[in-house]
């Protein structure tokens, strides 16, 4: 079977993902008291509807959609609102979070049914709406609301759904464990989201690293989700980047400065399927997840269902994590994730992994002089030059640096750089000052 692949750029990172792999999920209990962040999308905030003291379900909507590119947010537990306040996320910003005291009654709002299996698709008219009401986003990181993705312009039809089973971040093995023990379920939300974009094709793209997913999923393709079609992909990363992803199984390339749909292409992740899963067919709203806690500063590495709001901290409790071992804290995985400090930072939407390095893992670099090797320039996938890039921004030339805004972030240029140049920081500042200019 020969293995499809985008054609340039990519390294081959070792992914550590044997440390949880065969950790299946495994429900982690609600803490007694949650912190729900009003920003866990891209897009304008969203806007409290409660107030302290109120008292709320499991389910109930605490702040509705701030504009078009918004989102719903739910409670996660039942209890009352302590207060509402800034709390830090692990991006480093602070962010308004509603603070609930849990009652440790888990009562839900009416409608919901947890024990339902199926997707009613002769209402196929309204899921978009109810993914809209779910508030679900695009849980492979970019935290994108799945119902505007669901949406594309009119004059760009869409003819394809491509779904992310790559995982190609190294450590993370969540959408592994979601493909092994809950194949169907992701793919009859697949089958929910071709129905609201009236699209034939769907294609699941899975590295071959991960051979018992791709054996379920197969094997769950079957009747009513046949036309499914399940697709092994070589092991390179960044392999589930969108539009890497997209070149690979359909050979389409998404020209610079453009979105998939350009190319008549929507692009979902594994762990959003199954959201939309459980959202059209249990009613029930995005107010948990599937988490990897990992590293070797852990003990017990683990993919945890958890409710958002919860305390990093409670994860690191339960998968045994000593302090003392602790180097690094990074929320997602080693390539594109986010170090944090503070162990109190709750789980929001966008959580796919808390990884945890020891001092073997961990090194701190010590950045040197660019000595023009090339070799960033050799494993960008998207066919940029890293290194001048970075150098702009370090003099702060932001017209030059143009090209930022065509990088993934993926961090490949800065994994190869013998100079230990921070690339792809570099990059992300002048991104964030050609934003602000632009403003």
């Known amino acids: 079977m020969s293995l499809l692949a985008f054609r340039k750029g990519g390294i081959h990172p070792a992914d550590r993902k044997e440390l949880s792999a065969a950790a299946t999920i495994t429900a982690l209990p609600a803490p007694g008291t949650v912190i729900i962040p009003l920003m866990q999308h891209i897009g304008a905030p969203t806007k409290p509807v409660v107030k302290k003291g109120d008292e709320v379900k499991v389910g109930q909507v605490l702040a509705e959609p701030g504009g078009f590119v918004s989102t719903v947010i739910h409670s996660s537990v039942s209890g009352k609102v302590k207060k509402l306040a800034d709390v830090p996320t692990a991006g480093g910003d602070r962010v308004p979070a509603i603070e609930i005291v849990n009652n440790g009654e888990d009562i839900w709002v009416d409608g919901v049914d947890l024990d339902a299996t199926e997707i009613d698709f002769s209402a196929a008219d309204d899921f978009k709406d109810r993914i809209r009401d779910a508030g679900i986003v695009g849980m ?173 901290s409670a994860l690191m409790e339960a998968a045994e994590v000593s302090d003392d071992a602790v180097r690094a804290m990074i929320s997602g995985g080693p390539m594109m994730g986010r170090a944090f400090r503070h162990t109190e930072i709750p789980v929001v939407k966008a959580t796919s992994g808390i990884l945890l390095m020891d001092a073997e893992e961990f090194t701190a670099r010590q950045e040197r002089d660019c000595i023009r090797c090339g070799r960033c320039v050799d494993a960008c996938p998207m066919g940029l030059i890293p290194c001048d890039l970075a150098a702009f921004a370090e003099f702060s030339n932001w017209d030059a640096a143009a090209g930022v805004d065509d990088c993934v972030e993926c961090g490949s240029c800065q994994y190869v750089c013998p100079s230990r140049r921070f690339l792809v920081q570099w990059i992300r500042l002048a991104k964030a000052q050609r934003r602000r200019l632009k403003k």
């Open 140 to 312: 492979g990181g970019a935290a994108f609301p799945t119902h505007v993705k669901l949406s594309p312009p009119k004059d760009s039809p869409v003819d394809a759904l491509v779904i992310n089973g790559a995982e190609c971040e190294p450590y993370l093995t969540a959408d592994y464990r979601l493909m092994i023990e809950k194949p169907r379920e992701v793919l009859l939300g697949v089958k929910a989201m071709m129905l609201v974009l009236s699209v034939e094709k769907a294609l699941v793209g899975i590295e071959d690293n991960k051979p018992d997913a791709y054996r379920a999923m197969r094997a769950a393709a079957t009747g009513e989700l046949a036309g499914i079609e399940i697709k092994l992909l070589r092991t390179r990363y960044p392999q589930g980047a969108e539009k890497q992803l997209i070149e690979a199984l359909l050979g389409r390339r998404v020209p610079p400065g453009k979105l998939p749909f350009a190319v008549g292409v929507i692009v979902q992740n594994v762990g959003t399927c199954y959201a939309v899963f459980e959202a059209l067919a249990k009613n029930k709203p995005l107010i948990e997840r599937v988490v990897t806690v990992t590293g070797r500063a852990a003990d017990k590495p683990s993919n945890f269902l958890v409710r958002l709001g919860t305390p990093v």
